[in-house]
């Protein structure tokens, strides 16, 4: 338990659906992040949120919106998603978004997205 | 750019055997630098985190050291177990907004 939770854990969606990834954290951190892990690539940022702010998104298509209400609750709202969307989404956390020396950031299980 | 190589992609040994893990990265101007495990279907646990003014740090059978000169940091597992078997990720904090750049990982193998 990393204090980072996840739902749902699997997700199956056609493209025409529309669902949201939820993630909460329990560990008193500032930041937030969702990363995207396919097969065979390195984890990709896809978007930071830093007291509830947005601070960074990395040209991620417009199908992904994410929506962070507090500090604690992150989701990403999926809709007319591809095929190649399907893919690990893991959400993180870290006491500060800032450059720092110390911060560490955990991460939650995961959601299996998968679009048919 | 930072980018981060971990080669080989995969690797078996032998129950009982110390190993060490490669990690390296372009930029060397770096925050920190952390060790992750992946088990298969699951999310990311860190296991070392090494801060830029440190050499080594350690956890049990773990050790991570860090050359920030040359841009490698290895992993040394110690007597493995075959409840090491997994994914090894090395990422790297740099940059103005403080990103972590992740390697592909190792897979790990240990065989009883």
């Known amino acids: 338990e990393t204090g980072v939770t996840q739902t749902p854990r699997h997700l199956v969606m056609g493209m025409t659906n529309k669902k949201s990834l939820k993630c909460e954290q329990h560990?008193?951190?500032?930041?937030m992040y969702w990363y995207k892990q396919s097969a065979k690539k390195p984890l990709e940022l896809m978007f930071v949120?830093?007291?509830?702010?947005?601070?960074e998104n990395n040209s991620v298509p417009s199908r992904f919106s994410p929506e962070c209400p507090n500090s604690s609750h992150l989701f990403l709202h999926l809709h007319t998603l591809q095929p190649e969307d399907s893919a690990l989404y893991l959400c993180?956390?870290?006491?500060?978004?800032?450059?720092?020396?110390?911060?560490?950031?955990?991460f939650g299980e995961g959601s299996w997205l998968t679009v048919v | 750019k930072q980018e981060v190589t971990q080669i080989p992609a995969a690797l078996s040994v032998p129950e009982g055997e110390n190993l060490v893990l490669n990690c390296s990265f372009t930029d060397s101007a770096i925050y920190n630098l952390q060790w992750f495990r992946q088990d298969p279907g699951k999310g990311l646990t860190s296991l070392l985190l090494?801060?830029?003014?440190?050499r080594e740090q350690t956890s049990g059978r773990l050790n991570a050291s860090l050359d920030k000169s040359s841009g490698r940091s290895t992993l040394y597992i110690a007597a493995s177990q075959p409840g090491d078997s997994a994914t090894y990720l090395c990422?790297?904090?740099?940059?103005?907004?403080?990103?972590?750049?992740f390697g592909k990982g190792i897979t790990l193998s240990v065989r009883p």
């Open positions: 560990l008193g951190h500032n930041a």
């Open positions: 993180a956390s870290s006491q500060a978004w800032v450059a720092s020396s110390g911060n560490t950031i955990y």
């Open positions: 990422a790297v904090n740099s940059g103005a907004n403080s990103k972590l750049t």
């Open positions: 949120y830093s007291l509830e702010e947005r601070v």
């Open positions: 090494i801060q830029s003014s440190q």
